[in-house]
């Protein structure tokens, strides 16, 4: 892992600024997880904000530290390995919640809410370790199996951050897969104008992180509207339909769509009605259809790991012009959540409940003014991550 990958890491999971806000730690925790030590059934701990998740055993347990409320991971021998502030774990199950209910929703991308929610570049940086790990166990990295290795880069990864955002986003998906699709159907309009509100105002996230890197340029904005109309023409094809899709038929199609939950603008459950195996797939999950769904996570595991190599490449060497896509990408995006369009998706004038339409497109642009300023506040914004990304 880079010294930058590592710095943004520390910044994300242990809390660069350490005020009680973002962490809390007694002294003794602190002194207790800086360096490396011998666990007594001879486990190595790594350093400080990289915890061995094979070295916690018990249940995370709420603790007073510092007269405030903390969750408190313990390693084996009954020692305290981190204490996270219950503040931060709530915000990071809210947002993975966030994340899995875009995902339920067609035209909203998982990646862009995670990039409005600022995990999206820790995120990324994950998946890519992980899949990094998966091939030095098959042997595919160094030319050899290595467990030690795939164990090393895996206690490397946040998980502090992932564990509750994993949580935060399964649960959203299984209760959106049953609650959700109600309320599509019986309130088109204010639910796509909800959203349409949240992605217009989420738009600045990646265009303000392209200023950051040097300014906007002629280069940059011709990439955007490139993007934009690309985004404009996919969401403007007409759903499919696929009735009884066999395993390979699924896994090819998650494979496509599981690209779009790292890919802002572009939903993964809009692709999935393109494919017309959206219906098949929130029939699945509410029946458990184990065939079904195996295959779709086959899919999904090549093609998240094919695909977020190359993201990482691109956002490590060339990140302002990728940011510029970005920024297309959810720009484009929004012709699907025009909240007055037909079931083929043609567009229309707004004629009716456009004022309800228009209070839901101002919650859904308020939500994410809240949830930026709670992320400043909180010191969860990754709009510091330039310090480790080059500029393109």
Same mark, same amino acid.
């Given at each position: 892992?880079?010294?930058?990958?590592?710095?943004?890491y520390?910044r994300?999971?242990?809390? *660069?600024?350490?005020?009680?806000?973002?962490?809390?730690?007694?002294?003794?925790?602190?002194?207790?997880?800086?360096?490396?030590?011998?666990?007594?059934d001879?486990?190595?701990?790594?350093e400080?904000?990289?915890?061995?998740?094979?070295?916690?055993?018990?249940?995370?347990t709420?603790?007073?530290? /510092? /007269? *405030?409320?903390?969750?408190?991971?313990?390693r084996?021998?009954?020692s305290c390995?981190y204490s996270?502030?219950?503040?931060?774990?709530?915000?990071?199950?809210?947002r993975?919640? #966030?994340?899995g209910?875009a995902?339920?929703?067609?035209?909203?991308?998982?990646?862009?809410i995670?990039?409005?929610?600022?995990?999206? *570049?820790?995120?990324?940086?994950?998946?890519? /370790?992980?899949?990094?790990?998966? *091939?030095? #166990?098959?042997?595919?990295?160094?030319?050899?199996?290595s467990?030690s290795?795939?164990?090393?880069?895996?206690?490397?990864?946040?998980?502090?951050?992932?564990?509750?955002?994993?949580?935060?986003?399964?649960a959203?998906?299984?209760?959106?897969?049953?609650?959700?699709?109600?309320?599509?159907?019986?309130?088109?309009v204010?639910?796509?104008?909800?959203?349409?509100?949240?992605?217009?105002?989420?738009?600045?996230?990646?265009?303000?992180?392209? +200023?950051?890197?040097?300014?906007?340029?002629?280069?940059?904005?011709?990439?955007?509207?490139?993007?934009?109309?690309?985004?404009?023409v996919i969401?403007?094809?007409?759903?499919?339909?696929?009735?009884?899709?066999?395993?390979v038929?699924v896994?090819?199609?998650?494979?496509v769509?599981?690209?779009?939950?790292?890919?802002?603008?572009?939903s993964?459950s809009?692709l #999935?009605?393109? #494919?017309g195996?959206?219906?098949?797939t929130l029939?699945?999950?509410n029946?458990?259809?184990?065939?079904?769904?195996?295959?779709?996570? @086959?899919?999904?595991?090549?093609?998240?790991?094919?695909?977020?190599?190359?993201?990482?490449?691109l956002?490590?060497h +060339?990140?302002?012009?990728?940011?510029a896509?970005?920024?297309?990408l959810?720009?484009g %995006?929004?012709?699907?959540?025009?909240?007055?369009?037909? /079931?083929?998706?043609?567009?229309?004038?707004?004629?009716q409940?456009?004022g %309800?339409? @228009?209070?839901?497109?101002?919650i859904?642009?308020?939500?994410?003014?809240?949830?930026?300023?709670?992320? +400043?506040?909180?010191?969860?914004?990754e709009?510091?991550? %330039?310090?480790h990304?080059?500029?393109?």
């Amino acid at each position: 892992m880079g010294e930058g990958k590592e710095r943004h890491y520390r910044r994300q999971c242990t809390g *660069r600024h350490q005020n009680p806000r973002e962490r809390i730690e007694s002294e003794g925790e602190a002194a207790e997880q800086t360096g490396s030590e011998k666990h007594d059934d001879g486990e190595e701990l790594q350093e400080q904000g990289k915890p061995n998740p094979a070295a916690i055993v018990h249940a995370p347990t709420l603790v007073d530290v /510092d /007269d *405030r409320l903390a969750v408190r991971w313990t390693r084996r021998n009954g020692s305290c390995l981190y204490s996270e502030p219950v503040i931060s774990v709530v915000a990071n199950l809210v947002r993975g919640a #966030l994340i899995g209910v875009a995902e339920v929703i067609p035209g909203v991308s998982g990646g862009t809410i995670a990039l409005i929610v600022g995990i999206y *570049r820790t995120v990324i940086d994950a998946i890519a /370790d992980a899949v990094l790990a998966l *091939r030095q #166990l098959l042997g595919l990295a160094e030319g050899r199996p290595s467990g030690s290795a795939c164990a090393r880069t895996l206690r490397g990864l946040p998980w502090r951050l992932l564990i509750p955002v994993g949580i935060g986003m399964v649960a959203a998906v299984v209760v959106g897969a049953r609650f959700i699709e109600p309320l599509l159907e019986e309130y088109p309009v204010q639910m796509r104008a909800l959203f349409f509100g949240l992605v217009l105002a989420g738009i600045w996230v990646p265009a303000h992180m392209v +200023r950051t890197r040097g300014g906007w340029s002629v280069k940059y904005v011709a990439f955007t509207l490139i993007a934009a109309i690309i985004v404009f023409v996919i969401t403007g094809l007409p759903p499919a339909v696929v009735d009884d899709p066999s395993p390979v038929v699924v896994a090819l199609a998650a494979a496509v769509a599981i690209c779009a939950l790292v890919l802002p603008g572009v939903s993964g459950s809009f692709l #999935l009605l393109s #494919l017309g195996l959206y219906e098949p797939t929130l029939q699945a999950v509410n029946e458990r259809d184990l065939v079904y769904l195996g295959a779709f996570a @086959v899919g999904a595991i090549v093609g998240l790991g094919s695909f977020v190599t190359l993201l990482t490449w691109l956002l490590n060497h +060339r990140a302002a012009v990728t940011l510029a896509v970005l920024t297309g990408l959810m720009i484009g %995006s929004l012709r699907a959540l025009w909240p007055w369009q037909t /079931d083929d998706r043609d567009l229309l004038a707004p004629t009716q409940a456009v004022g %309800s339409a @228009v209070v839901a497109i101002l919650i859904g642009m308020a939500v994410v003014v809240v949830l930026l300023v709670v992320e +400043r506040r909180l010191g969860l914004s990754e709009e510091q991550e %330039s310090s480790h990304v080059e500029p393109s």
